[in-house]
Structure formats: structure tokens, C-alpha cells
């Protein structure tokens, strides 16, 4: 068990690490060459250009000025610096709904920190029974936790009173939270420019007519049935096929751009040789820039054939169609609606923004999504409570022997001692590595199967998953020691109240294991985001290669983007712990303070220089949010009435139990009170728009506008990867007078008023 | 432990005590004077007069026809004989959907019941184990239970496969009751006259406005908001004082009228006297007429003024409305989506019908609703687990020595012998009885002070109450021999394993018990219902001391209504108690049928010519009822997991654990597929039905139609107990070629057509 000093030791060494990455960070940030790295959003957003107006050319890619790198913590204030209005306007509500969730954690634990170090830790400290009690061994940590009170003590009021105390904290800041960020998605809805999804309404499993197509179909049907409302509508395609052979297009375009760069750079060169096969890898030789042509050639011919199946055959047109109201208030009144007695026809839902559409899922009938789900749901509960069976196999494969067996060619070389050490300590760790790193993505491929139509939903629908895999074999699995498997042997062969014990035993034996796991993981994984070497490496190699155009450079930036679906649980594991340690561990406390704080400084760096939105659902998941915290909290709460029971006080599980029912009857409350705000879109807003619009734009052609809006991005000009802008906000900046006028202009490191402290300081 | 023959003379005695029910029924139910108790349902609806056609005195009042006595069942072909969309015309949807609870029983039952007993208990009976087990005793039944087959017994096959056939078979006829339900309850609606709910919807939460009064607000909320669709609206005044006064009165009014049909009657005689205070046992005395005519007139002035209070004070006019649109359209619409930001104010939902309303409950603020729920929910949870503890304390007060204590005059009458036997052997049950006959009354209280708005609403609230009490303590009390929070100690105190066993070893053991209770409570409370006894004994009671007129006759005759709040709960035990014996003591199933069809044919009796619907919600309450169904069905595998973990079937668990995994997979399929239905009306169905109304009646005067239809029933001529009929069906009757002819004849004994077996034959 460590003690203070380890504890001590471990948080230097973690904030050094952390302090590190940062150095490095500024380093890398201040050189002009790292510049679409580091800043890739206001490219995007097309307000910095590349660094070409004037110095020398080492300047281009070399910061000389040695007072920027003075100041290397310069960024911190600058990402605080953007009002959040601005910072919604900038990087949309989803971001911004994003940082408030570290935001969230820091206002629920500053209180509940200064509050358990000022009165829990003194009662803590002030006994001497772990000292008396031989037979243990205890470190320092451990004599600032509840271990230390004797059993029967009246000194756990405190604990009891503090529990409740933090309960109804917890639970104030979250009503808080929510209500403002009800409002703020409503304010945000009702502020936005005209978008054709306002417009729109998702029709799904339209059903077949003998006589009529799926167009007419679906015209008639709403002809009839929203007769003063209906507009126009525009029927999916099932052009999955042409989507992939437009991908491989673009891929083998690339190889050609690679092979056509590397013998101009050397003319003098023989012409590059390719191999047909795998990767180039294998087969036949030939002129690599000749066979890319005529395969590209080939691809062309097949893809425009391919158009012209999809755009001429019947069969190709899924019973699904996006269908625009002549007013916002029409559409809100057919999306909230039921259409046909049969509810597993015609069902309508809010279109999804045009970029945020996971088209692939847009057509699967009612049964079938049934059935999907359900498979989904056993194979998620087998993937939860069995991972470990197919890595420990692989891990049983994966030993010295094993290797010579399948590669006996290596013998010498791992015969040799040091390699063998390696190799002996590299190995057995290796495949749960890998499986980790790979489990969001395993996640996101089930929510795909499961058939959601939107990123957006598709993201949230994964952070589900992650979270309880997290909860179960990271935070139950730590405090058991033993796989979600073992637990539910455990939870079915024993009591409850004796299971709950058995939990409540362990709880503050592992107060410094979670000490040192938010060190690691928290402070280093935060500090590791903001360096993204990936990217970093990607960009540079991409600009050797391939980049012959500033187009090119532009596609070969990778904004990346908030990755929700895996940030938000590691973000709630943090807050569980802190709920669960706030009476029994206090000492913990200030670890995951210092995470939340230099989490949200980081983050907020990110969303305003590096990330680009991928869609823009207006903090659609925050009821997500809520509902999880609230899981974390009655987790802790039932975890405290179990850690009780074994410590002698009378009567504490009737004093703690009010607890969860009050929680759950709080959730409830909330859920009725905000949750609709972020599922409908109520018909008084509606009509506000629609009036507002009629007034300012009395000669505004809709039907023009949203013509083409939900047209598959295939046929839009052939590019899959970014859909088209549709957003008005994108073709016109948000603050035009500010920024516009800087296109291009490298001069801001220079300038001081407060607008530029956002791009560089 | 009862053997066969024990059970067979109690099924023998049970038997007979039915058929004395039915005899008794058959003689009462002849009898003319009888007639407005026995076929209160014909008069409600105009269609059967008086006795007064032809006949001497004595024929008025007794049946001297002797044919007609001999065949004493002829009730029960003529209770079958009426089709069933002729009896959704005749009773409602409600009554209807009522009855098919049984027939779900009967389908579900009859095949299970076929298949258990040809195979399973064959394969029960060729075994000897309780035979060759010497310390146990058994009886004849326990040798065709589970119980005789050996432990691991290959056998056992039969019964795994079995209960997946059963729960197969179950859910197949739960499916396609859902849907034949759903369909129906749309066609009833589409197919039903045009009622004022149709237009409406019911606005609660009507937030303040400082400028505007409630009235002025709400419609220029609603002509900004569906500008289009809006109609007109009623506000709700809070007439609670109002109505009391009304029903005051009214009770004051029926003593004056029998003390001057007293007076009447025997002119000779004083005038009648009575006392002032309570119940006239108190106080001065007095002349009883002059005196009740004075407090008539007192109360008549007092509400004269309440009345204009309520008019004209603002304070009286609640936040709530009937707000009516031009269309079907319009108010479906209105009812399915969300009007304001805020979620809290301008909550829309359809309107009841007029009579269905419950009028205190229309204006419990958001927060209010949400307290009350939360205590109510807490009050149930002590009323299901500690309602033995009062019953426990009235017992030990309510002994021979208590009484002689508290009334020690009574004390030489108590010490007589025969009458401390009585005592003593009466008391005990008597608490307990007493609770059990108000518990339906208070759990409708409780499900009142919830605040549901409509009298459909609280009796499916508190069936679902009722529900769950007697699952925990009339199922899992009698299978545990134990108190609702003895059970709840032993599950937090036992491993779930350990206390599925325990629940799994008495199941088998509880079968006798259970055919007794099927017989007792099932068989003879059927047979009971029938007979009407308090509604008889009341209505000869009223008819000799105050009917003086036609119409007070009318009013003397209860023809009750379907206790669905009661009644649907004791249903939903047979079920459980069906599926859960299907496989493990397949006898007790024939006793289940018995019920299901005597109950049913009873039942149809009953709604055919006796109960009056309060009511009609389109079978609004048939979620409920398959939700039900479905939570018996799984709470039937899990026991049987329980069952035959100890039975030593090696791996049965994992056979067995799918089960329950389908059952709720299959619940969600039904859920998404039919409960909106239920919920949600369809506006392709809202938009043919206003399309043909526009064709058919195009002169229609919507607004004169729907002023004063939802005005509260003390404002429509100061009746309170019969809201004025505003169904179109009830002024017009169902099928008026064939019936209205009769109206006031005796003739039906002799006539023959199909039609006449419906009244009487």
C-alpha cells in the first residue's frame, strides 16, 4: 500500500510529465510548419492563411523570436479569455456544452472538496485505530480516511450529515446545470440562421404501393395529410455502393499525386515502378503513374455508370425520404406527431443536419431494427462480462514459444537475453492494450449496426456503451479485483447486503489506487491530447508526399474533433470516483480538482484553435449527461450504505436510504422539467421564426433553397468526405468584422487587441 | 397437505355453492319487482319500461310463469348469443375489451392446459420417488406435480421444453390480442359519432399573466400559436365548495322526501319528528318536514351566492382549459406536441369525455404534481410492506379482555360462553378483513391525491396499485409463508440464488393451497357477482321509503359499473398463478379454465343487461393489462429457474435464462408496435374523419356545438351525480329499428326473434 510519500513522489513525477508534454506543446506550436496543426480550425474556417507574407525562408518554418517562447503557458489565458457567447457562436454549442461538463465537475467539487478537507480529514486524523490494530498495515492516506474512526463512533454524524450535505449539492448544481443549458439550447435554436433541417422532417419505412413510387407515394400521403403545410420532399437513394467505389477513387487519385511528385521532383529519375497487388506490396511491376491513370480511368467509367443506375432504377430508391414543410412550424407539428394508426409505418422524426446523416442506416424496416437491437444488446452484455476469455487466449499464444513455433526463423533473435526480457515483459500486457484502444471503435460499430441515422446519436449511443463497460471493468473490477464475470458470480451466490459490504469493505483500501489511476490516465492523458502527436506525424508526412496545391495542404490537415462518445465516460469516471471518495478518501479530492481544471483549460484550447464540429446537434446529449452523474451518484450512495454496515453504526442504512430515493425522484423531476427541450422543439419557438422570417424575408423562395439540401453527398460533385457546406453560418464567418479582414495575414502574433489573444499569445 | 379426494369435496362444496348462487340468481332475476336491479341497463337506455302493461296486481311483482323457471341457465347462451360488435355498440369499447381479458385467459389456458395434461402428467405420475422418500408426507396431487420426478432425472427434458412452448404460445395470443385491440380501439374511434373530446384538448399550467385574465390569455396563446386551428375554449372554475353544497343538498332533499312520504302514507299519524344532530340521533327534536324544508332553503341561498362567487370572482377560475379546435386535425395536433419552451406550463393533452373528467384535479401546479407522487409512491411502499403492523396493533387491542375494559357494560353478555367463542374466534380476521374490503377505496384516494384528471386514468393507476400489493403479499406471501417485509429482509439478507431456491423448493408444495383459493375466491366471488345482493337489498330499501315518482325509481336503481380498479388485478393473479403452475403442477390448470369461463359468461351477463359505463376510454386501459400479463410471465421463468436449480438439472439456468431475456425483448417489439394507439391518435385517421364530416355536414356549427360541453356539472341545472348525457349515442339509441318498438312492452318472454334473448329468456 503506498503511503504519503509514494502518493507524493508518483503526483511529481506525473506533473512533470504533464509539465513535459506542455513545454513540448509550446515548442511545437510557436513554428510557423506545425502551424495547420495546432490552428487547423481558423483555416477551415478560412480566416489564417498559410504563413507566407514575409521573412526569411527559415522563418517560414522556424519560430526565431525568443520572447514567444518565454511565456510557454501563454495559450491557458487565452483559450479563458473567449466569453462563452462568442465561444458558442465560434464552435457551436456542442463544444461549448462540452467544457461545461468539466465546468459541471469543478462546481460540484470545489464546495464539496474545501468542506471534506476542513471537517472530514481532522475527524479522520484525530483517532488511533490503525494504529492500535497491529495486524494491518495502513500507510498515511490511509489515517486521513474514514478507516481510521473506530467503529460505532459517534464522529460518523459528520460522515452522515457531509454525505447528505454533498447529496444535495451535487444534485443542486446538476438542476442548475440542466436549466441552463435547457435555456441555452433554446436560445441557440431560436438564434440560428435559417437551416433547411428547421424545414425538414425524416420520414422512415414508407410502406409499398402497387401503383404508385415511392416519391408519388410519399407526395400524396402528404398532399393529404399536412395539406396547407407540406412543401416538397427528396427520396433517399441507396447509393452505398457508389459511395465506396468514389472513395477508392479518391485513394488511388492520391497514390497517382505521390507516384506524378516524386518523378517530377527528379525528372532525371527512371519513371516509378508500382506492384498491382495488396499495397503495392506484391505482383507484377509496372509504371506505377501509367497503371494509376488507367485504373482511375477504369473507376471513372464504372462510377458513371454506376450514377446512372442509381439515379434511373427504382430499386435503388429506399423507402425513406427527408420532407420539407413551408414552415418551421409545420415541420415541428409532423415530427412530434404520429402519421398513420400502423406505428411501425411512416415514422417521422426532426431531420438530422445534412452533414450529420449516418445515411447508410436510413432504410431498415421496424422488425429488423428490433432484431438488431437485441442482438446488440447480448452481444454488448458478452463483450462486457467475457473480453477477458479471447485475450487470455491470445496472451497464452503469445509467449516465447509460441513465436519460435509460428516464426522459428526469430529463434536466434529472441533467444538473445535482452530481447527475450522484453519481449517476456511487452507481451503479456500487449493484447488488453490493444483490445482497449480498439474497444471504441468495436463500440461504435455496434451503434451502427443497431441502425441510429444521425453521427450525432450514433455518438451518444457509444458513450452509453463505453460508459458502462468503464463502470464495470474499470471502476467495479478495480474495487472487486476480479472480472465482471467473477462480480456477477459473486452478486448472484451472495447476499445482497453481504455483497454490499464486501464492496464497502474494499472502497477506502483503494483510495491510492485511484489516486495514482487519476495521476496516469487524468493528468497525463489530458496532457498528451493538447501535443497530438498523431496528427502532427500525419500532417507532416502527407505535406512530404502529397501536398502539391494549398487545397491539397488543406485536405491534408486533420481537424480532428471532440470524440464524445469516448471523452464523456472517461469524464463521468472521474466524477464517480470523487462522488464515491468525497466522505471516505477526502485526500483524493484535490487530484481530480486539479484533472477537471487543467482538463477544461485544454479542451477549451482545442474547441476554439483545433477541432472541427462534424455536426452540430445543440448539446442534444446533455440529458446524457445529467442521467449518468446521477447513476454515478447513486452508485455512491448505495456503495456508502454498504461501506456503513460494516462499520458498527446503528441504524445507518436507515439513515442513508432516503438518499437514492430522493435522487431517483430528483431525476425524475428534472427529466420532465428539461428533458423535452432536447428532444422537441416546442410549437410557441416555431411560430416566433416562422413569423420573424415572414416579416424580414417576405420574398424568400424555400422551395429554391431547400431543393437540394438532403441530396446524398455523392452527388454533390463527387466528394465524400466533406459534404458540402449548408450551413449559412460557414459561408458567411460569424464575426466578420473582426476576422475577415486578417485572411491570410501572419501579423497577430504582433497585435494586441483582445480578438487576437484567441489565436496566439 | 390436502389429498385429491380433500380437494375434490372442496371443488364439490364450491360447486354447489355456485350453483346455489346461480339458483338463487335465477329466481330473483324472474321476479318483476326485481327487474330494474337484474336489468338496470335496458331501462338506463330508455329501451325497457316499468311493469306496468297489463297483468293483475300479483303478476306485477312476481313471476307466475312456470316454463320459465325450468330452464334456470337460459341466461348464460343468451349472454353468449350477442356478437361482438354489436356488444362494442351495446356496452362500449371498455366492457368489451373487458371481457376479452377472460377470453385471453381462456386462449392462452386451453391449449397449455391440453398439452400439460397429456404430457406432463404422465410424466410426472410414472415415478416413485415420493413413494421411496419415507419422512415425507404427500398427497395424491403432489404425485402428478414436478415434485415426483427423481432429481436430474432425464425427464426434466419435458418440462425445459415445455415451458418454452408454453411461453411461445403465451406471448403468440398476447401479440395478437395487442393487435386485434389496437385495431379495434381505431376502428371505435374512427367509427364513433362525433363527441366534444374529439375537438379538444385539455391545457393545464396556464402560467400567470399580470395584464390579461386566464381566458384572455389562453386564447390569444392559442390564436397566435395554431392560428389556423383554434376554435374556442372553456375555462375550469374551482367549483369544489360549489359541488359539496350541490350534494348536500341533495342528501338533505331525499329526507324531506321520505319523511313526507311517511307523513303521506299514514296522514293520520303526527307529523314525523327528528333530531338536529348527527344522522337525526342527536339533539332537539323537531318537526322533520318544516325543518328539512328550512335547511333546504338555507343551502339553496347559500349556493345561490357560491354560484355567483364562482361567476364572477377571478380567483375561482382555475389555470386550467378545454381548449377546442376546427378540427380533428387541429386538436390532434395540439394534444402530441410541445406548446411552450418551458415544460412546465401549457401542458396539452387530449381532453377526456364530459363524464369521464375528474374535476378537483384540474389545476395541481408542476412542482405540486411531482411532491405528491413522490409521497404516494413512499405511503404505498409502507402500505404494501408494514400494513400487517396497525392490523397487528388493532388485534391485540380487540380481544375479550379489551373490550371488557372499554364498554364495561357489555361485560355479562361477553362472558356468556358461547358468545366468547364467537368473539374470539371472529375478531382476529376481522381487522384484517375490514382492510381488505377499504384497500381498493384507498388506493383510489391515493391514486386522487397523484392528481390524475380523469376517472379512466385513476382506475388504471390504482389497478396498478392494487396490482402489486397482491403480487407481493396475496402470491409471494402465500409461496413464503411470510409478511411482505419478512420477504424483503430474506432478499437483502439471502443470495439471490439461495432465495430463488427457497421461493423454487415451495412453489411445487403451495399447488394445493392455490386450487382452494382458485375455488374460494375465484369460483364463488364469480357466482357472488352475479347475484347483486347489496345493490337489491338497496334498491328495496330506497323503493320503499323514497321513490314517489317514475323518474325517482330511475335513481333508486344502481346499475353499478365495472370495478376495472379491482376486478382486472384479481384476473391478472389467475394468470400468474396459471403460468407459474403450467409446468410444475399442470392439475391446478382446469380449475383456472373453470374460472376464466364462468367468469366470462358471467361477466358478458353482467354488461349486457346491468352495468351503466361511467365512462369510455376505448380500451384505453389494455397496456396495462399486457403489461401485466408480460410481468407475470417472466416472474413465471424466473420462479421455474428457481424451481429447478434444485433439482439438480445440470446447466438448466443457461436452458432457462432466455427466457426472460425474450419475454422483455418481446414486450418492447409489442410496446413500439401497438402502444401508440393507445396514447396518440393517428392524424391520417383525424384527417378522414373531419374530411368526410365536411362532405357530409357542411353547415355544421362547430362553436354551438361545443360551448357548453365541457362546463363543470354543477353549472348544468345543479345535478351532480348524472352530468347531463352529451354522447350523440345516448340520445340516439344504438339500434333503435329493432328495440325502440319494445320500449315500455312486457311481451318479450313470448316473443322469439334473436334479438329478444338479449333482455330476458
Not at 409 to 421: A, G, T
Not at 634 to 650: E, H, K, R
Not at 687 to 692: A, E, I, N, Q, Y
Request: proline fraction near 5%.
Amino acid at each position: 500500500m503506498a503511503n504519503l510519500q509514494d502518493i507524493l513522489t508518483s503526483a511529481a513525477i506525473n506533473l512533470l510529465t504533464a509539465l513535459g508534454f506542455l513545454v513540448a506543446f509550446a515548442l511545437l506550436r510557436l513554428q510557423p510548419f506545425n502551424d495547420r496543426v495546432y490552428f487547423p480550425k481558423w483555416y477551415r474556417k478560412g480566416i489564417r492563411g498559410s504563413p507566407t507574407s514575409s521573412g526569411t525562408f527559415v522563418k517560414k518554418f522556424v519560430n526565431l523570436d525568443a520572447k514567444t517562447y518565454i511565456k510557454f503557458l501563454n495559450w491557458m489565458p487565452a483559450a479563458l479569455r473567449m466569453p462563452e457567447p462568442e465561444l458558442i457562436d465560434h464552435a457551436g454549442l456542442d463544444s461549448a456544452a462540452y467544457i461545461r461538463i468539466y465546468v459541471l465537475g469543478l462546481k460540484i467539487f470545489v464546495p464539496i472538496t474545501a468542506l471534506s478537507l476542513t471537517v472530514l480529514v481532522p475527524v479522520n486524523y484525530m483517532n488511533d485505530t490503525l494504529e492500535r490494530s497491529k495486524e494491518l498495515t495502513f500507510s498515511d492516506i490511509d489515517k486521513l480516511s474514514i478507516s481510521n474512526v473506530p467503529n460505532a463512533s459517534p464522529k460518523f454524524i459528520a460522515h452522515l450529515v457531509l454525505s447528505y450535505v454533498f447529496t444535495f449539492w451535487t444534485c443542486f448544481v446538476l438542476y442548475h446545470e440542466y436549466k441552463t443549458l435547457a435555456t441555452k439550447r433554446l436560445e441557440f435554436l431560436a438564434s440560428e440562421n435559417r437551416r433547411p433541417d428547421q424545414f425538414s422532417v425524416l420520414v422512415r419505412n414508407v410502406p409499398p404501393d402497387p401503383d404508385e413510387s415511392v416519391s408519388e407515394h410519399i407526395e400524396h400521403f402528404f398532399c393529404v395529410n399536412h395539406p396547407d403545410h407540406y412543401l416538397t420532399h427528396q427520396v433517399v437513394y441507396n447509393a452505398n455502393k457508389l459511395a465506396k467505389l468514389v472513395a477508392k477513387k479518391k485513394s488511388l487519385k492520391n497514390r497517382l499525386v505521390y507516384y506524378q511528385n516524386k518523378f517530377e521532383r527528379n525528372p532525371q529519375n527512371t519513371r516509378p515502378i508500382t506492384k498491382t497487388g495488396l499495397w503495392g506490396l506484391w505482383g507484377d511491376k509496372v509504371d506505377a503513374i501509367n497503371y494509376y491513370t488507367t485504373e482511375i480511368e477504369k473507376l471513372s467509367e464504372e462510377e458513371k455508370k454506376e450514377r446512372e443506375r442509381v439515379a434511373s432504377d427504382p430499386e435503388a430508391i429506399m423507402p425513406a425520404a427527408f420532407v420539407s414543410f413551408r414552415s418551421r412550424w409545420g415541420a415541428a407539428v409532423c415530427a412530434q406527431t404520429q402519421q398513420s394508426s400502423n406505428a411501425t409505418i411512416w415514422l417521422t422524426e426532426w431531420a438530422p443536419e445534412p452533414r450529420d446523416i449516418y445515411w447508410r442506416n436510413l432504410a431498415i424496416p421496424y422488425v429488423e431494427l428490433n432484431v438488431r437491437r437485441l442482438l446488440m444488446a447480448l452481444a454488448f452484455f458478452f463483450l462486457t462480462f467475457f473480453f477477458m476469455i479471447p485475450i487470455a487466449f491470445v496472451q497464452s499464444l503469445a509467449n516465447i514459444e509460441g513465436i519460435k513455433k509460428a516464426l522459428p526463423f526469430l529463434k536466434p533473435i529472441i533467444e538473445m537475453d535482452k530481447v527475450k526480457s522484453v519481449i517476456q515483459g511487452f507481451l503479456p500486457g500487449i493484447a488488453l492494450k490493444i483490445f482497449l484502444a480498439v474497444l471504441p471503435m468495436i463500440l461504435m460499430l455496434m451503434s451502427k449496426i443497431e441502425g441510429f441515422t444521425s453521427l450525432s446519436s450514433l455518438d451518444r449511443r457509444s458513450a452509453a456503451k463505453y460508459y458502462l463497460f468503464i463502470l464495470i471493468n474499470v471502476f467495479l473490477g478495480s474495487i472487486f479485483t476480479g472480472s465482471a464475470i467473477q462480480q456477477l458470480e459473486k452478486l448472484t451466490n451472495e447476499a445482497s447486503t453481504e455483497f454490499a459490504k464486501t464492496i464497502g469493505r474494499s472502497i477506502p483500501m483503494k483510495g491510492t489506487f485511484f489516486i495514482t489511476y487519476i495521476m496516469v490516465d487524468g493528468w497525463s492523458g489530458i496532457a498528451a491530447e493538447i501535443i497530438r502527436l498523431v496528427p502532427l506525424a500525419m500532417y507532416h508526412l502527407k505535406n512530404t508526399f502529397l501536398v502539391k496545391t494549398e487545397q491539397d495542404r488543406d485536405e491534408a490537415t486533420d481537424p480532428g474533433s471532440l470524440n464524445f462518445a469516448t471523452n464523456e465516460p472517461r469524464i463521468q469516471l472521474y466524477l464517480l470516483l470523487g462522488l464515491v471518495y468525497s466522505v471516505v478518501t477526502p485526500i483524493l479530492l484535490p487530484f481530480i480538482l486539479i484533472f477537471f481544471a487543467f482538463a477544461y483549460v485544454v479542451f477549451r484550447h482545442q474547441i476554439i484553435n483545433v477541432y472541427d464540429q462534424k455536426y452540430e446537434s445543440g448539446a442534444a446529449f446533455w440529458p446524457h449527461v445529467h442521467l449518468r452523474v446521477i447513476i454515478g451518484l447513486i452508485i455512491s450512495q448505495i456503495l456508502l450504505m454498504g461501506l456503513f454496515s460494516t462499520l458498527a453504526v446503528q441504524k445507518s442504512t436507515y439513515i442513508l436510504i432516503a438518499q437514492p430515493i430522493l435522487t431517483i425522484w430528483f431525476h425524475r423531476v428534472c427529466k420532465g422539467r428539461f428533458e423535452s427541450a432536447f428532444v422537441k422543439f416546442p410549437l410557441q419557438d416555431a411560430m416566433v421564426k416562422d413569423t420573424v422570417e415572414c416579416a424580414t424575408e417576405p420574398t424568400l423562395n424555400l422551395m429554391a433553397y431547400l431543393k437540394d439540401a438532403y441530396i446524398h453527398p455523392v452527388f454533390k460533385g463527387g466528394e465524400m468526405n466533406k459534404p458540402e457546406a449548408v450551413d449559412e453560418e460557414e459561408k458567411s464567418p460569424l464575426v466578420p468584422t473582426k476576422r475577415t479582414s486578417r485572411m491570410g495575414s501572419k501579423r497577430e502574433s504582433e497585435a494586441s487587441s483582445e480578438g487576437h489573444g484567441y489565436l496566439r499569445s
